[in-house]
């Protein structure tokens, strides 16, 4: 398994910008694609966006596509979530999660590994 832990959560305004990171703990985070869900308070974790291994594929939910960018660097074992015009249906707790085998990148049940998650809160 690897360990994950997101950072880069906190109180924005509308309109605003952030840039999450979740950093993998181990030497072999580049063998795991990558994704990033969200769960607002009442709701289920969704699927936001995720990476393959070698960063040369991505997919995004429909609902955050043109707003949202994911990225990886694994020489520094780091997956990002750049995220712009930020709108208070945005604000949840997001996680990053790495996935080991071949399977749908949309659905939680294929991912083997989750980080603790980190707040965003967008103010209107």
């Known amino acids: 398994q690897v360990q994950l832990a997101e950072s880069g959560g906190g109180l924005v305004q509308t309109g605003a910008s952030l840039r999450l990171s979740c950093t993998g703990s181990?030497?072999?985070?580049?063998?795991?694609?990558m994704g990033w869900f969200r769960q607002a308070p009442g709701k289920e974790r969704e699927f936001v966006a995720a990476?393959?291994?070698?960063?040369?594929?991505?997919y995004y939910a429909d609902s955050v596509k043109g707003r949202f960018t994911i990225s990886r660097d694994n020489a520094k074992n780091t997956v990002y979530l750049q995220i712009r015009r930020l709108n208070p249906e945005d604000t949840a707790v997001y996680y990053c999660?790495?996935?080991?085998?071949?399977?749908?990148?949309?659905?939680?049940?294929?991912?083997?590994?989750w980080g603790q998650g980190t707040q965003v809160t967008v103010s209107s």
């Open positions: 181990g030497r072999a985070f580049s063998t795991y694609a």
């Open positions: 999660a790495g996935k080991r085998r071949v399977g749908d990148y949309r659905l939680r049940g294929n991912y083997d590994d």
């Open positions: 990476i393959v291994t070698s960063g040369f594929y991505t």
